[in-house]
């Protein structure tokens, strides 16, 4: 066993089968899981990556808890749990707060964290809760500047936990099967009912106050309080959604944000506001490896509407708009149309068009323009949801049925046009016919019917 960090006054290491009083639901549970990062190489190593570590074969990770540290300020707060990674002479340290079920994090007891690590010369805070942020490092709290500059600041939901667990055996990524029987358990542990380990299920109250003030015409002010927190319900609930189909395709799955926003939730959040409040609505995009592209998803506020689409370039071996789209409409065969529309993208600055999946297949030719031929195609699922977009559950449960359908009856049929190998001509089938004789009387030849 390394030595123990210096700072650690006391501290036990993290017990697959933690011997804790019956209401230490969240000791239990944080201890279980820092055993599992400790002992299972590949999960500690795939959850680490999100803090930019990388873990050689090498390097050692230490995790403990029920720790007391040297310097801990008010006493008021003491973090769960420590992480320390040691690689070669370098070392680093996390302290961990962890929440379970209905239990959530707050702004006093997170930046009390970051202050204690800064004390102690740790480098990073970990909390751990049902909230569920875009990003590890996104925050679901809105803490102050001063206070995220005392050390690094990292997220994760369970939610997350439990589908990067799943993905590894899912893909059978575990090589040592002890380390897979114990990774499994782990795994049943959490989707245990006792656990707490919950989903984003409810949109927030400001969702139905945005919503009203959009169709009653009224201005929608970015930097209002509700606008915001509608804002961080839905990176929570994209967070959410992105899980579900990691879950659902056993591959990593991420959102795409904007490499500006990335370790600026600020900004982010700023950006989003702003959008609402100009477009009234919220968007997402969603990165599934392999796919033709990503996968756009948009909460449309004014037409109560939610809508997935994906684009893919036209065929350039075809020549006309018709035989192009032939070409896309021979990849959805098998899709159910309710719902599902094709808009056409020309050259230049004409207008695009749109139509339904049912028309198209019924009459191609209607889509055609004389003159011009379509470059992409974007096929774009339209969900109206009436009443049911200002019903905060009820929104969640369509949206999270919206776009894994969609992708399964498009976007897993979705193929990007390949150019052709080229063939050898007949003529040229023998290698003499392109000897050095045969390429000189070729030339002759040209000279020939060049006079």
Known sequence: MSDRPAFLIQGERARLFPVLAE???????????????ENVQEFGRSMLADFGLRIGTRAKIETYTEVVLKNSGSKKFRPDGLIVVRSGSKTWHALVEAKVGKNELSNEQVESYLEIAKMNGVDAVLTISNQFAPLPSHHPLDLSFQSLRKAQLFHWSWKYVLTIATLLLKRDEVSDDDQRVILNEMVRFLTHPSAGVKSFDQMPSQWTAVLESVHAGGEVSPKSSDVQDVI???????RDLCL????????????????????????RLKSDAENLAKTHKLYADFVVP??????????????KSIYASMRVAAPGDRKSTKARLNWLLRQLKESVPDNIHIKLIWPGRGQNTLFSLVDLREDPGMAELQGKVATSFEVIYAKDLAARFGQRKTFIVELERAVPAFYEQVGQNLRNWQAPAPKISDDKAEPKSVNTDSLSADAERFVEEAD
């Not at 209401?23 to 990062?37: A, D, F, V, W, Y």
């Not at 991420?254 to 600020?266: C, L, Q, W």
Request: glycine fraction near 4%.
């Open 232 to 238: 961080g319900a839905w990176h929570q609930e994209i």
């Open 244 to 267: 579900v189909l990691c879950r659902q395709l056993n591959e990593n799955v991420d959102i795409r944000v904007p490499r500006a926003h990335v370790n600026d939730p600020i900004a």
């Open 290 to 303: 392999n796919a033709v592209s990503q996968v756009s998803v948009a909460a449309d506020f004014g037409k």
């Open 23 to 37: 209401n230490s639901k969240e000791g239990r549970t944080l201890s279980i899981l820092l055993s599992c990062m």
